[in-house]
């Protein structure tokens, strides 16, 4: 299962996707928050996939295992929008918005594009 990491490495990878905050003596501070907001991520994430899955499988077991892959994507995708239109309708640039998730995807599959899948 994908999982964020809350070790440094980690922090070094995503450094490109989030945006730069300014540096002070709060690093740890914000290290605690950070780990606490991907610890919500991943099990909330994992909460969301599993049940993601399992009304799929309920709802279209006729279906093609393309076509139930195709219909998850399409239901992960309106959440996220629904996720950034809170955002956008206070203001935020949709294309970064657009932009961001895009880059925390590659993030986030980059590790499992290596995976041998045999």
Not at 1 to 21: A, G, K, Y
Not at 57 to 85: K, N, P, Y
Request: aromatic content about 4%.
């Amino acid at each position: 299962m994908i999982r964020l990491e809350t070790s440094e490495s980690f922090e070094r990878r995503i450094s490109s996707v989030t945006s730069p905050r300014s540096r002070s003596g709060k690093t740890r501070r914000r290290s605690k928050v950070q780990n606490q907001l991907m610890d919500f991520s991943n099990r909330i994430g994992s909460e969301l996939f599993s049940s993601l899955v399992k009304r799929a499988l309920e709802e279209l077991s006729e279906q093609s295992d393309q076509d139930r892959t195709t219909a998850m994507l399409g239901a992960a995708l309106i959440a996220v929008a629904e996720v950034l239109r809170i955002q956008t309708k206070q203001g935020s640039d949709v294309s970064k918005l657009v932009d961001l998730s895009s880059r925390w995807l590659s993030t986030l599959l980059e590790p499992v594009a290596g995976e041998d899948t045999t």
